[in-house]
């Protein structure tokens, strides 16, 4: 659908608002910081509020509107805009540099096929929706310059910089292998952030739940576009410096991620397909007998009586409570799986009381609505409304009570099996009568915001909660995983930029199921990627019923001898990850991070799939291809150490790493001061009061922060927090910038590259 908005009139300015009328339509441009601008046309409803911005973001900002050679001329110190006639509107930085501007050119569409030919592509089992027109409530189209690249957009398979590609925003629950032609996933996180050739940056988050979709110039390199079905045309446009101060925006936006408990970044390990408590406890038993460290163990839908959430299935189970007291007597906390389909079913307490009060989500005549997930027929709850998500948080309790450690949401797009929920299903908006079409895509955050409050409020500890479907802002209630990948090798590749534009997208606490959920996994495969993924947040093993079973000490002793060793590293770099966390609630930044985030103008990185950052200070290349033992390595500038042999390298080079089976290429930065603890098999085990800095040669500084790790005593003052110095040659000196919590006995160091 095309808007002709007609020529423009002239503008009016209130507070940080800007309207600016048309002979047809009414624009709205807000100032919400010098360096963030809302574009703002309220085509659906007025009334919609957004999902992933929860407070007011607007700062008093000093800026000027003016009208020059036909256009109104929105200026602050880091950006200006320049609308005119028919809505064209182009962003520059303050000094005029062009950033992103409106296409003038025709654009150019897929060639129409016969309906004949059509058939026949289906018929053969092609994909023929891409040839099929969409009825559009608006699309907007911007000049594609060379040299543009693209990152982002939450959890889209496929490589780390996006051109050439095109996205749907629609979250999906696929069961095919995921390759890099998927256009959904299970998340929708509509920021995209651009790099130019000449290494200036911007970011533009369209905020905007409904079905809406993404092309980067797979249609035509002149020009890249966002199209939604329906829906406000609402988009907030970020300049930068550089990456980091774009994400830095994108984040102040829509929250960042809150600090988590410490056990919760030790190692978990999961399967659908742990069907009694003798299976828990074997799974447990086994991990202690082989010294591999544990902290979580995840229950699948098993657990439940007949797949009935907020039940327990004392039948193979036993009584409620005894097998969670045993396996936390061992170190090791249960992690709950809960899907939002409620069985349909006279005498079950939750359905009972959700029908009664009118919690689920009816059809249009009125009638609860009814499609079947595991538990058969099945009703779905509304969680637009507060009361709903008040009452889903607190049905919690049954498992809390139980002891349990944290909560996995799944099957939240929502899944189900009986073809998807019509777009006409009515759900509402809080007391705003809408329809799955405008919620769709919210449903999983919703979910995990009910889920949030439930355990926060329960127990006063910070909560654990795991995601697969979501929106932008999930982050500051979830943590995320990429849904169910296999144990294939361009599986294991995809990691990295997966992950890396997922804390680009904001969210830090993302991980992938290690090993493969569907398939079988193999010994090397497993191997190199507990390697590629010991950093990643979220350290779960994870995989379906009915393949082989991939817990490390199912295979030989080598294979239990590496996950032991990368295991091992990643409790020896805790501190180092926790501290990225603590820093991250402030800046937004992500743990794990794409070379492009720190060196921009390194053209080397703008499509490097296969390295990443932790933090700045380590460097990770893991080897991602079945047989090698070598590994080309790039690093960008500056001197760089070798983890394993404390060779000194310098940087804007590719150098060939030996990487036989055991081995993961890592490098630590020079000047670099990263904390360290001692290996134990589950945080707590003993007390953390030890503290190893691993230092690297040159000048650095670094602030380490320690607390309870557990519950919210911190945003109270009850933490310490030391700053790190060394001037080059190894000696440390330490500075207490605050303290209010037991020190460490002993702080040592020890000098890697000496």
């Not at 911007?202 to 249609?219: C, P, W």
């Not at 492009?596 to 460097?619: M, W």
Request: proline share 5%; aromatic share 14%; net charge negative.
């Amino acid at each position: 659908m095309e808007h002709n908005f007609g020529k423009l009139l002239g503008y009016e300015v209130t507070d940080c608002e800007v309207k600016v009328s048309f002979e047809n339509e009414v624009a709205y441009f807000t100032v919400v910081r010098d360096e963030i601008i809302r574009v703002y046309v309220p085509f659906f409803d007025a009334n919609v509020k957004s999902k992933a911005i929860e407070k007011d973001p607007c700062v008093d900002t000093d800026f000027t509107v003016e009208q020059q050679d036909g256009a109104v001329v929105l200026s602050t110190d880091k950006v200006m805009v320049r609308i005119m006639d028919n809505f064209v509107v182009d962003f520059f930085k303050a000094d005029g540099t062009p950033l992103m501007k409106d296409y003038r050119g025709k654009r150019t569409t897929k060639e129409k096929v016969s309906w004949m030919s059509l058939e026949m592509l289906e018929a053969e089992g092609h994909d023929i929706s891409a040839y099929l027109e969409k009825q559009l409530r608006y699309e907007l189209i911007k000049e594609l310059d060379e040299g543009d690249d693209f990152y982002g957009l939450g959890d889209k398979s496929g490589f780390l910089n996006k051109k050439h590609y095109e996205y749907e925003n629609w979250n999906s629950d696929l069961p095919q292998a995921h390759n890099e032609d998927f256009h959904a996933l299970y998340k929708s996180v509509p920021f995209l952030m651009c790099l130019k050739k000449n290494g200036e940056c911007y970011g533009v988050f369209y905020d905007n739940t409904f079905r809406s979709f993404i092309n980067l110039g797979k249609e035509n390199e002149e020009y890249f576009f966002y199209a939604a079905e329906e829906g406000n045309l609402d988009f907030y446009f970020m300049v930068g410096e550089n990456p980091v101060e774009v994400v830095g925006s994108y984040t102040y936006l829509t929250g960042t991620t809150p600090l988590p408990q410490l056990f919760t970044l030790g190692y978990q390990q999961s399967r659908w397909g742990y069907e009694s408590a003798d299976d828990i406890n074997f799974i447990v038993d086994n991990y202690r007998a082989a010294n591999i460290p544990l902290d979580i163990i995840h229950l699948d839908i098993d657990y439940m009586d007949n797949f009935k959430v907020f039940t327990w299935g004392e039948e193979k189970y036993g009584k409620p409570g005894e097998l969670f007291d045993r396996i936390k007597g061992l170190g090791v906390k249960p992690v709950c799986i809960i899907d939002p389909g409620t069985k349909k079913e006279d005498g079950y307490h939750i359905d009972d009381e959700g029908v009664e009060k009118g919690y689920f989500v009816t059809d249009k005549d009125g009638e609860v609505y009814v499609n079947a997930v595991w538990p058969g027929d099945s009703h779905f709850p509304d969680f637009g409304r507060k009361e709903v998500r008040d009452w889903w948080a607190n049905n919690h309790k049954v498992l809390i009570d139980m002891g349990v450690g944290g909560i996995w949401n799944d099957m939240n797009e929502p899944a189900s099996f009986h073809g998807e929920l019509p777009s006409d299903v009515v759900f509402y908006d809080e007391d705003r009568k809408t329809n799955h079409a405008e919620m769709h895509n919210v449903y999983g955050h919703l979910m995990s915001k009910a889920t949030y409050t439930g355990l926060k409020e329960q127990t006063g500890k910070r909560p654990f909660v795991i995601t697969r479907a979501c929106y932008a802002g999930s982050q500051k209630y979830t943590t995320v995983w990429t849904g169910d990948n296999q144990s294939l090798w361009h599986h294991l590749q995809m990691v990295v930029p997966q992950l890396c534009n997922l804390g680009i997208s904001g969210f830090t606490f993302c991980g992938t199921d290690i090993g493969g959920f569907g398939a079988d996994t193999t010994p090397e495969l497993l191997c190199r990627w507990i390697q590629a993924a010991m950093f990643s947040p979220l350290f779960r093993n994870h995989a379906a019923k009915g393949t082989k079973d991939q817990e490390p000490w199912r295979f030989n002793k080598e294979v239990v001898d590496i996950n032991r060793k990368y295991i091992e590293l990643r409790y020896k770099f805790l501190p180092y990850i926790y501290d990225l966390f603590y820093k991250g609630e402030t800046t937004g930044l992500p743990v794990m991070r794409p070379l492009v985030l720190h060196y921009p103008n390194d053209p080397e990185v703008r499509n490097l799939n296969s390295e990443f950052l932790v933090g700045e200070n380590i460097l990770v290349a893991p080897v991602l291809e079945q047989g090698a033992t070598k590994r080309m390595v790039y690093l960008p500038e500056g001197t760089w150490y070798d983890y394993w042999t404390g060779e000194k390298v310098e940087g804007k080079q590719y150098i060939l790493k030996d990487a036989p089976i055991d081995v993961c290429p890592m490098y630590v930065k020079a000047g670099s001061i990263i904390p360290t603890y001692e290996v134990v098999q589950y945080v707590g085990e003993k007390p953390y009061n030890k503290l190893e800095l691993l230092v690297t040669p040159g000048a650095g500084e670094y602030t380490h922060f320690q607390d309870n790790g557990e519950d919210y005593a911190y945003q109270n003052g009850e933490y310490n927090l030391y700053r790190f110095t060394t001037k080059g040659a190894g000696e440390i000196t330490k500075e207490m910038i605050h303290e209010a919590y037991p020190v460490y006995e002993e702080i040592t160091s020890v000098v890697l590259g000496k």
